[in-house]
């Protein structure tokens, strides 16, 4: 089965980068959506950015222009580069594998709910100070 495991959070000043890593395995490759979500403490996880099994991406409004999602085939990883970061990033990151897509098409024509998700990462910290 399909198992995900994160890693390159930790603690940053505001203005600073990142790079979160997810490793994949468990698969034959067949995941046609992956992503990035985040979540607060009383808060629903959101989604963040996502990546179609052609390489189209999205974002959320919110980290447009500041955050980078990528993957790396040979590796079976996937990234989320994380630049210009503020403190309203601070959330635990989770990397997620394949939801169903809308029509059957697209990975996000507006964000997907996290319970639609199959696969869930188990969460990296991001801390932003001040």
């Known amino acids: 089965q399909v198992q995900l495991v994160e890693s390159g959070g930790g603690s940053v000043q505001a203005g600073g980068s990142l790079r979160l890593s997810c490793a994949a395995s468990?698969?034959?490759?067949?995941?046609?959506?992956m992503g990035w979500f985040r979540q607060v403490p009383g808060k629903e996880r959101e989604a963040v950015a996502a990546?179609?099994?052609?390489?189209?991406?999205n974002y959320a409004d919110s980290v447009k222009g500041r955050f980078t999602i990528s993957q790396d085939n040979a590796k079976n990883t996937l990234y989320l580069q994380m630049n210009s970061l503020k403190p309203e990033d601070t959330a635990m990151y989770y990397c997620?594998?394949?939801?169903?897509?809308?029509?059957?098409?697209?990975?996000?024509?507006?964000?997907?709910?996290?319970?639609?998700?199959?696969?869930w990462g188990q969460g990296t910290k991001v801390t932003v100070s001040s």
């Open positions: 997620a594998a394949d939801w169903p897509r809308v029509a059957g098409l697209f990975c996000w024509e507006e964000p997907p709910p996290a319970r639609l998700v199959y696969y």
């Open positions: 468990g698969y034959t490759y067949t995941s046609y959506c």
């Open positions: 990546i179609a099994s052609d390489g189209a991406t």
